[in-house]
T-cell receptor
């Protein structure tokens, strides 16, 4: 049966607002980080990535910030749209391993 | 970009039967593919790494005789859930790594065992 686990944290925003999704990672040796978006009933989709030698990277409407001191990663989505509603996962890779380890995930709900 | 196709997208089977899930890399070759399991409102948990032409590597706690993995070609890996039981009901997702596009996921398979 279903294993016991934490419920996904949820972030609710209004359409047009900026969203910030946070992630704490555990392995100080991780050197590559990825954000994925997972819509209901689908597999994860790559959004943006960042290597540990950077602290910020921007994409289209998305920005990832990395704070290695406190092992924290955030995803900022500008002008959030209803189509952004999904579960967002951060994932970390440790040097030499190309298999990402997934974080807990955050459910983003965008209200029109 | 790299595309990973997973089939079927959903399946309902009777308890005690076996179910096969296919994962194909459509426009690239993948010597390694990965199988994940995801329970509702939870994260993805890596089950095993599928290696073309050799045995799969299973994560701790995953029964290799229960979840049979075959990676017979550079574009196809299959996961067979043998003697399925209701507790095997879950969302199964495969992925493959392309050297240009990175880590790409399939669309997932919703397995319901009744």
């Amino acid at each position: 049966g279903e294993s016991v686990g934490l419920h996904l944290p949820t972030l609710s925003v209004q359409e047009g607002d900026n969203s910030i999704i946070n992630c704490a990672y555990s392995n100080s040796a991780s050197d590559y980080f990825i954000w994925y978006k997972q819509e209901s009933g689908k597999g994860p989709q790559f959004i943006i990535d960042i290597r540990s030698n950077m602290d910020k990277r921007q994409g289209q409407r998305v920005t990832v910030l990395l704070n290695k001191t406190v092992k924290h990663l955030s995803l900022q989505i500008a002008a959030t749209q209803p189509g952004d509603s999904a579960v967002y996962f951060c994932a970390e890779n440790t040097g030499g391993s190309y298999i990402p380890t997934f974080g807990r995930g955050t459910s983003l709900i965008v209200h029109p | 970009g790299a595309v990973v196709s997973q089939h079927p997208s959903w399946v309902i089977c009777k308890s005690g039967t076996s179910v096969k899930i296919e994962c194909r890399s459509l426009d690239f070759q993948a010597t390694t593919m990965f199988w994940y399991r995801q329970f509702p409102k939870q994260s993805l948990m890596l089950m095993a790494t599928s290696n073309e032409g050799s045995k799969a590597t299973y994560e701790q706690g995953v029964e290799k005789d229960k979840f049979l993995i075959n990676h017979a070609s550079l574009t196809l890996s299959t996961l067979t859930v043998t003697s399925a039981h209701p507790e095997d009901s879950s969302f199964y997702i495969c992925s493959a790594r392309d050297r240009h596009y990175g880590y790409t996921f399939g669309s997932g398979t919703r397995l319901t065992v009744v």
